[in-house]
């Protein structure tokens, strides 16, 4: 039994090309989940029956069905219909959509956590829809939804290393490449695996924090 | 003028508006009194489009409120002030007065600033402009609650027992502000538990009982043993309320 | 040339794959129902050394790829140990472990629930722990982890997916191979995601029925 994990020193560097490329994979994902997430979650919410199937539908699907299907499905498929996307976009995409429908769920919440007693103040003073989910709705939804995102994004960084099934060099691909040059599996993916405890703690702590400066003047009783 | 006619409410088996008539007219104070229950509250909130109306209807300034673009008219027309104060929590009291202006009325910015520290001025909050509701107390989130309507310039103030939550000291302080408010001639139409405030203010007084209207008469009439108080459900519920 | 005739063959391959899905996906579950429950309890007695070891390696389960637990076992156990682990042996002990840390989450926050009146009212009775564990808490913290569990079942059910990538012929593995055979990705993975899709319904359903069962009794012990 050998254990020899300070050999990986020289290897530092493909770890952190890898990394790179998770975060950046991770961060527009990310971007793309919140944005889906926000309108999938207002679908949900809405008066239209229709509205309201659509985005339940789609949630059900993305929450019941694997994620390296999704992404299998759409790496394979796309090609099929004439979309042309390399390996990387593909990866934001199948994470976008997948992230959309964790966040969708998590914004719906903090949308139905919502004083209905402020939102009929902002309809009474005559606010068009649009203004009071811009003004009212959302912001609150944000504030109070902040930590399980964290929870969500957490999520997403674990799930973008299915990504290197479809030859993406992200931290799981690179490292992958250096467990076969170095015939040191155990130590490469031990390190690796401390490396994604410690990005997801960092994201929890960041989450932990953005949500105390956010609501640092709303507190729970403002009736 | 506000012209409500006929309407009814119904939650379920339960009718909580019976066919009720009334109009308001500008410069006018209005209380409406009654037991709970009795549909006060319903009224007011059928009045700024909170609730629907299964029956008659309701008109102000010309702009009926069961069509969509004569609802967003009417809500401009009156201001609405909660009995849970629903202040926006994520924004300063400031915030909270400018967010309508600036978005319906599209004031400029710095105009709307200003004429929101002269309201909290006159409730004397100007202090408080950068603070937020989680940081005031129950009788100042009220009166920045009252500022936000008057902001909007209504031509109707709608109040729905807006000092209920409130212990008597902030009671007090925010019935001076309506008295004065009702002195400076702004239309009221107030729902109230407060029968000596509204004695002293209004000049018109409404008695709801079962979703149906008493009694409308003049202040003083109400009040007469010849005028309401001759209806002996008013009678009873006045002795009760004097405990 | 592409063959793209599908066969009663291919779906024989396909009910194939699933088989082995959801024979490893039970498999796991009872054996980290029954690792996690442990765990849980070791907690509950305050075991030195040992409560604050698993709860340690459960956060290391929890916040880490199990892309990543899977290739640590598969290729890092056999070259640390010395032997040999075939995909079924290293996907067995991959999912049961990380199975065993969620249900070890729930299964602490399902006792915690059980409120400290109950603890006490047993203790004043005379009932020593274990048998407080058994009559009181466990009852009421089974109906309490039922709704958490599902959606851990459901989402464990997703997980195995990843065994194909260390080559263990589960679904996905075969509909890679259908894949790559028929060139009808559409058709392939829309199949494959289907039949996920039912399962983790299945699973859900069962679940709720058997929540429904649980509160029931709970209930009628409230008399």
């Known amino acids: 039994m050998t254990f020899d994990p300070l050999s990986l020193a020289p290897y530092l560097g493909d770890f952190l090309a890898g990394a790179r490329l998770s975060a950046l994979a991770c961060a527009l994902a990310l971007a793309g989940a919140l944005a889906l997430g926000i309108v999938v979650a207002l679908m949900r919410t809405a008066a239209s029956p229709l509205a309201r199937r659509c985005a339940g539908a789609y949630v059900d699907v993305f929450r019941n069905v694997p994620f390296i299907v999704q992404l299998f499905f759409l790496f394979y498929g796309l090609p099929e219909i004439g979309l042309e996307l390399d390996a990387f976009g593909t990866g934001v995409l199948a994470l976008a959509l997948a992230g959309g429908a964790f966040t969708s769920d998590v914004i719906r919440s903090g949308i139905l956590a919502l004083d209905p007693g402020v939102l009929e103040a902002a309809q009474v003073s005559g606010l068009p829809r649009l203004a009071i989910y811009r003004r009212i709705v959302l912001p609150i939804a944000l504030r109070t939804t902040i930590r399980p995102l964290g929870s969500v994004f957490v999520n997403l960084i674990l799930t973008s290393s299915i990504l290197s099934a479809i030859t993406i060099n992200e931290l799981t691909g690179s490292a992958k490449i250096v467990a076969s040059d170095t015939f040191q599996p155990f130590e490469v993916y031990a390190l690796l695996l401390l490396l994604y405890v410690a990005m997801t703690w960092l994201v929890s702590l960041a989450a932990g924090a953005l949500h105390r400066r956010l609501n640092r003047h709303v507190a729970g009783d403002v009736a | ?243 | 040339m592409h063959d793209t005739g599908f066969t009663h063959h291919d779906l024989v391959l396909l009910l194939q794959g699933l088989g082995v899905s959801v024979g490893l996906f039970t498999a796991t579950t009872i054996i980290g129902l029954a690792l996690g429950t442990g765990w849980a309890l070791l907690r509950y007695y305050r075991a030195p050394l040992l409560a604050p070891a698993v709860a340690f390696l459960a956060e290391l389960l929890k916040n880490s790829p199990v892309l990543v637990q899977l290739f640590l076992v598969f290729f890092g156990l056999p070259v640390l140990l010395e032997t040999d682990l075939t995909p079924v042996e290293a996907a067995l002990i991959t999912l049961s472990g990380n199975t065993a840390a969620f249900v070890y989450v729930i299964a602490v926050s399902a006792i915690e629930s059980v409120g400290r009146e109950q603890l006490e009212t047993a203790r004043v009775f005379g009932l020593g722990r274990w048998q407080t564990l058994r009559r009181v808490v466990a009852p009421q913290a089974a109906a309490f982890g039922v709704g958490p569990l599902t959606g851990l079942l459901v989402n464990q059910l997703q997980v195995t997916s990843l065994i194909s990538v260390i080559g263990v012929v589960d679904l996905t593995k075969a509909g890679a191979i259908l894949n790559v055979r028929t060139l009808a990705p559409f058709v392939v993975w829309t199949a494959v995601g289907l039949l996920y899709y039912l399962v983790a319904r299945l699973i859900a359903w069962s679940c709720s029925r058997l929540e429904t069962r649980l509160r029931a009794h709970s209930q009628w012990k409230g008399l």
């Open chain 2, 1 to 243: 003028m506000i012209e409500i006619d006929g309407v009814i409410k119904r939650y379920g088996a339960n009718t909580v508006l019976d066919g009720v008539d009334l109009r308001i007219a500008p410069g006018e104070v209005v209380s409406i009194l009654g037991a709970s229950g009795s549909g006060k509250s319903t009224l007011i909130r059928c009045i700024n489009g909170l609730e629907r109306t299964d029956g008659g209807t309701i008109v102000v300034d010309g702009n009926r409120i069961d069509d969509p673009k004569g609802l967003q008219r009417a809500r401009r027309c009156c201001g609405t002030v909660f009995q849970s104060f629903n202040l926006y929590p994520h924004l300063t009291a400031l915030q909270n007065i400018t967010l309508a202006p600036t978005e319906v009325l599209k004031t400029p910015r710095r105009q709307a600033d200003d004429e929101a520290r002269v309201l909290l001025a006159a409730v004397g909050l100007e202090e408080r402009a950068g603070a937020y509701p989680a940081q005031l107390s129950g009788g100042q989130r009220q009166r920045v609650g009252i500022c936000r309507a008057l902001a909007m310039k209504p031509r109707y103030l709608l109040l729905d027992e807006v000092t209920s939550a409130l212990d008597p000291e902030m009671t007090a302080d925010v019935l001076a502000i309506l008295a004065r408010l009702a002195a400076d001639g702004t239309t009221m139409l107030f729902v109230t538990h407060e029968i000596d405030f509204a004695r002293q203010i209004s000049s018109r007084i409404v008695f709801l009982d079962q979703g149906r209207l008493l009694a409308d008469l003049p202040t003083g009439e109400f009040f007469a043993p010849d005028g309401g108080l001759a209806q002996p459900r008013i009678a009873q519920f006045l002795s009760k309320m004097k405990k």
